[in-house]
């Protein structure tokens, strides 16, 4: 459904722009090759989300085991953040030149890094692996982004990406509940089981995946991304890395740190990345009726309420509550804001906004396992709640600031054209 904005609003909506580039993708996609696509995308991305969602807070429980603290834990999920980001702008590059064989090879290559943490033998060694592991996972996730903007019929865009959102987010709560299970007594062999998960995707996409063909694009006639225009979208990417990165890295110490088992802490993660899961596809289906601007706002108030909430203290239902809405709110916060991007942008330049917005996404999960590890170091644990909640006001901040001023602007612009005119009608008559 096609929607009107008034307002504040009125510019950010999709209604005008979600046509403008589709005829360039009908000799690709047929209703029976874009199911049969989005299915494996899908299948693939589930499978490379379980060795992420174990590997990601597994690797946190390891260091913290070996003596390190929060701000160690915080900086080497950093440094995975930041090896996405330094890949994102080869990455389409690579598309172009080696199509889906940079799909396998980043799978196979996260499979590797996951698999070999445990025997890193050292700090500097886990640091480095987790750095190669982010740079497969950018060659991994922005070439599966990429098809699902290429391959989403318009009307159904946000929908698709709530399939996909709920593949990786269903890939992730497998791999976190498994994991955390298998930590306190086999945590070699979870490893090595995370690993094989990003194996078996990258097989996955090498056997069943069609990769079309890339039109190159030309460096004079590169489109603008459009970065203020899309203040909003950018900014849902960085703020929901943000809160990624910190919950992902430091949740499991802080459930720890209340006194939950191993195997609690697994099984609360575990159902709360189901909150995440049943979410998706139905928050996407609202986005393609009532709007994706207003959906995503709507998601925007509800985790900001949450994390309001858990940093003044629930007891354990209540922290349960709160974390399963602030995880399915903000785990749409991404999707969400790449399916409206994907319809401002020529297909041509998809790859290079795909990679624009993961590696904003990724300075987000950057910089929010880092602070929010400081936070925990400097001022209790209760603090992580209190710095997600000021990235997610910060962002909303800004956005409506820039609104605002622009609403100004116009209107001081427009008087200043119409009421010349006026005056001159009136003199004349």
């Given at each position: 459904m096609c929607e009107k904005g008034t307002g504040l609003l009125n510019g950010y909506q999709e209604a005008d722009t979600s046509n403008r580039y589709e005829g360039v993708l009908s000799p690709f996609r047929t209703e029976t090759s874009s199911a049969r696509t989005l299915l494996v995308i899908c299948l693939s991305a589930l499978c490379w989300a379980f060795s992420f969602g174990l590997g990601a807070p597994l690797a946190s429980v390891w260091l913290k085991t070996a003596g390190h603290g929060e701000t160690i834990v915080g900086l080497n999920t950093g440094v995975y953040y930041l090896g996405i980001a330094l890949a994102a702008g080869l990455v389409p590059w690579l598309m172009r030149r080696l199509g889906r064989g940079t799909l396998v090879a980043g799978m196979l290559a996260s499979g590797v890094t996951v698999a070999w943490f445990p025997w890193g033998g050292s700090l500097a060694g886990y640091f480095v692996l987790r750095l190669l592991n982010g740079l497969a996972g950018a060659m991994s996730l922005i070439p599966l982004e990429t098809l699902v903007n290429r391959n989403s019929p318009p009307e159904q865009r946000s929908r698709d990406f709530g399939f996909y959102a709920f593949s990786v987010a269903a890939g992730m709560a497998l791999g976190t509940g498994i994991g955390m299970e298998?930590?306190?007594?086999?945590?070699?062999?979870?490893?090595?089981?995370?690993?094989?998960?990003?194996?078996?995707?990258?097989?996955?996409?090498?056997?069943?995946?069609?990769?079309?063909?890339?039109?190159?694009?030309?460096?004079?006639?590169?489109?603008?991304?459009?970065?203020?225009?899309?203040?909003?979208?950018?900014?849902?990417?960085?703020?929901?890395?943000?809160?990624?990165?910190?919950?992902?890295?430091?949740?499991?110490?802080?459930?720890?740190?209340?006194?939950?088992?191993?195997?609690?802490?697994?099984?609360?993660?575990?159902?709360?990345?189901?909150?995440?899961?049943?979410?998706?596809?139905?928050?996407?289906?609202?986005?393609?009726?009532?709007?994706?601007?207003?959906?995503?706002?709507?998601?925007?108030?509800?985790?900001?309420?949450?994390?309001?909430?858990?940093?003044?203290?629930?007891?354990?239902?209540?922290?349960?509550?709160?974390?399963?809405?602030?995880?399915?709110?903000?785990?749409?916060?991404?999707?969400?804001?790449?399916?409206?991007?994907?319809?401002?942008?020529?297909?041509?330049?998809?790859?290079?906004?795909?990679?624009?917005?993961?590696?904003?996404?990724?300075?987000?999960?950057?910089?929010?396992?880092?602070?929010?590890?400081?936070?925990?170091?400097?001022?209790?644990?209760?603090?992580?709640?209190?710095?997600?909640?000021?990235?997610?006001?910060?962002?909303?901040?800004?956005?409506?600031?820039?609104?605002?001023?622009?609403?100004?602007?116009?209107?001081?612009?427009?008087?200043?054209?119409?009421?010349?005119?006026?005056?001159?009608?009136?003199?004349a008559a």
């Open positions: 298998m930590v306190a007594s086999v945590p070699h062999t979870a490893f090595v089981l995370g690993g094989l998960l990003a194996v078996i995707a990258g097989a996955i996409v090498f056997r069943w995946l069609h990769w079309p063909a890339l039109a190159e694009e030309a460096r004079d006639d590169r489109v603008p991304l459009e970065f203020g225009r899309n203040l909003l979208n950018f900014g849902s990417a960085w703020s929901q890395g943000f809160l990624e990165g910190g919950m992902v890295a430091l949740m499991p110490l802080y459930l720890l740190a209340i006194g939950m088992s191993e195997a609690g802490a697994g099984a609360l993660l575990g159902g709360i990345m189901i909150g995440v899961i049943v979410f998706q596809v139905p928050v996407a289906w609202l986005a393609d009726r009532w709007g994706r601007t207003q959906v995503l706002l709507g998601c925007y108030v509800v985790t900001a309420g949450m994390l309001a909430a858990l940093y003044v203290g629930v007891n354990l239902l209540g922290l349960t509550v709160c974390l399963f809405l602030a995880g399915a709110c903000s785990g749409a916060f991404y999707p969400l804001g790449l399916a409206i991007i994907g319809e401002r942008i020529p297909t041509p330049a998809l790859p290079r906004a795909s990679a624009w917005y993961l590696a904003v996404n990724c300075l987000g999960s950057v910089t929010g396992p880092v602070l929010t590890g400081a936070a925990m170091d400097r001022f209790g644990r209760q603090s992580m709640f209190m710095v997600g909640e000021s990235a997610v006001l910060g962002v909303v901040a800004v956005w409506a600031g820039l609104r605002f001023f622009e609403w100004l602007t116009s209107g001081r612009m427009r008087a200043e054209t119409v009421e010349p005119i006026i005056s001159e009608q009136r003199k």
